[in-house]
Every structure is written in C-alpha cells, then in structure tokens.
Nanobody, 122 residues
Framework: VHLAESGGGLVQAGGSLRLSCSAS???????MGWFRQPPGQEREFVAA????????LYADSVKGRFTVSRDNTEDTVYLQMSSLKPEDTAVYYC?????????????????WGQGTRVTVSS
C-alpha cells in the first residue's frame, strides 16, 4: 500500500485548501484517516471515512469546517478544509486503517503517507 498526500501550502486565515491522498494497493484498507502534527506537538486525529464513504468521523476542532470524501474511480481521498485558522497549521498525514469503521486512534492505522505541510497565516 502506498499513500501520497498533496495540496498543502500557505493560506490566510479564513481561506480554504483541499488536500488529496492518492492510494495504491488499497485492497487491505478498510478506512482512510487524516491526522495532523502541529509544530512541537503530538500527531492528532482530524477526520476519517470508511472506505465506502458511508461513515465519517471528525475531531471537534474541525467539525463543520473540514469534510472528508473519496473519489471511488481514482482511489483518492480528499480533505476539504474551509474557514482555516492559524491553529490548523500542521503537517497533515493520510492513513489507511485496519477496521471497517472510522476510528480516532493512531494505533488503528497501519499505512501512512509522508505528509503535506499546511501553514495558515493570521
């Protein structure tokens, strides 16, 4: 399984970005998650979706602002981020999970991308 994120960059507060996660070898992936690691902090859960897209889960800090979705034809998962805040600044990672239902725990995710940096200026 190979995961590759793209779409990060510098954006002003209040702006939007869409992150993409291109996946290959996906037959073992049950869920797709997005996590982030702010500077000097631990990696934290952001959002997750079952591989079918039928079930989603969001961290309270991003609920209503971020949306996770999947393009079934291209095995690509997206994280649409709106109303961005400086505290959203982090390296964002996509991850492939081992359970059919989305979870928030890093330990439930087996495959990880290299990350894409998002910087939100005030």
């Amino acid at each position: 399984v190979h995961l590759a994120e793209s779409g990060g960059g510098l954006v002003q507060a209040g702006g939007s970005l869409r992150l993409s996660c291109s996946a290959s070898g996906t037959f073992t992936i049950k869920t797709m998650g997005w996590f982030r690691q702010p500077p000097g902090q631990e990696r934290e859960f952001v959002a997750a979706s079952s591989w079918s897209g039928g079930s989603t889960l969001y961290a309270d800090s991003v609920k209503g602002r971020f949306t996770v979705s999947r393009d079934n034809t291209e095995d690509t998962v997206y994280l649409q981020m709106s109303s961005l805040k400086p505290e959203d600044t982090a390296v964002y990672y996509c991850a492939g999970g081992k359970y059919y239902h989305p979870t928030t725990s890093l330990d439930d995710y087996v495959y990880w991308g290299q990350g894409t940096r998002v910087t939100v200026s005030s």
